[in-house]
DNA sequence: TTATATACAAACAAGTCTGTCTGTTTTTTT
DNA sequence: AAAAAAACAGACAGACTTGTTTGTATATAA
């Protein structure tokens, strides 16, 4: 476009002041899947929302459970790192487990409540989706080793796990915080 | 169908050897919607399998959600009162809350570790939902009542109910029971 | 500046979905 | 046996789905 073409001469290069296609998708992506659903949200909203013309998806993507893979794979890396700065103040291992704990909370202010996108996804697939089913269960397995990092005790690092888990799903299903309070009470009373 | 009215003839009344068209599809939608999920699960299969015409389904059930509240009802008896049969056995609380335990593991074979019906079909629905979202809500503030019944710590009951929930919710994401065997094992050294 | 790669719009295929409607047949009740 | 109720088959509407294709425009690199 016209308009556009002058803002980037006189502004710089398109990569700064426009993300490329394919970002544009993943960003309208994370944002539907996680507030629709993954079978709830289409290829052509997103592409609609992300101002993508659908051949230009088909170009980075060869299916929605492709799209779904790269969206989850991203999301693991985004969550992990914000887990890990909002824990990396605690000065020790009990605050820390704690500190996972009022992540959760900020998380479900921050998003919503609407839980655990893996989770959320896994009960929306079907058995034949295995390439989506694996990034799942590797993103809560590296949730149990981040509490065995933390917890000698294997049973109890996974007894931490379960009710972080719940934590989630239950506080999503009732939109409220209520419950991991309660479960933060728990857990401070069995480290 | 010929053969059909000479069976009744001989045997008796319809309703004894052929449950009615809404039973027939309660039946299929009960085995559908836990197996495939309920967006994944399409109205037209339903009454196909069901052999029942779409009319007579339109008759019985004014939505797709309507069935889905009534199948959720039915389940939550069914599921209840299977959970009470396997725990009713136990001789004291500590015994029933471990059955209880048990019970998942049990269901989990039974159903192939397609986890719980609630909170698969919660990761499916929108806000706009809330006949449906308010069934499945009464349904675990049933079940976190049974656990109270059974433990008058009220902190305690609640621990024991998320380690439940997280027990199951872990078991279908890998396909097996063997968190629920350690969190059986928790459970033992908590109560 | 020319060549290559990328992105675009928009039509299209082939199928899915929920829900409505018509007209016929079967079952139950009076 | 006649009247009323329920179930049937199946066409239809209208909107949705994922994915393909065609031809054009734009951006980047040689």
Redesign the pocket.
């Known amino acids: 476009?016209f308009v556009?073409?002058i803002f980037?001469h006189i502004f710089g290069?398109?990569?700064e002041i426009m993300s490329?296609?394919?970002e544009r998708i993943l960003e309208r992506a994370s944002i539907l899947f996680h507030h629709q659903g993954y079978n709830s949200?289409?290829?052509?909203?997103i592409i609609s929302e992300a101002?993508?013309?659908?051949?230009?998806?088909?170009?980075?993507f060869?299916?929605?459970?492709?799209l779904c893979v790269t969206f989850l794979n991203r999301r693991h890396e985004s969550w992990f790192n914000a887990l890990s700065e909002f824990t990396s103040t605690s000065e020790n291992t009990q605050e820390k487990i704690v500190a996972a704990f009022d992540f959760i909370m900020h998380m479900n202010e921050k998003e919503n409540f609407r839980g655990c996108s893996f989770l959320n996804i896994m009960s929306e697939i079907s058995k034949e989706q295995e390439n989506i089913l694996s990034v799942i269960q590797s993103h809560k397995n590296d949730l149990r080793v981040f509490f065995s990092q933390l917890i000698e005790d294997e049973l109890l690092a996974t007894h931490i796990y379960l009710l972080f888990e719940s934590s989630i799903i239950e506080s999503q299903l009732f939109g409220s915080n209520e419950i991991v309070h309660k479960s933060k009470a728990i857990v401070k009373s069995i480290i």
Chains 1, 2 share one sequence.
């Open positions: 476009m556009y073409n980037i290069k398109k990569k490329s296609p394919r949200t289409g290829i052509n909203q101002n993508v013309a659908k051949a230009s998806f088909y170009q980075h060869k299916t929605k459970d492709d």
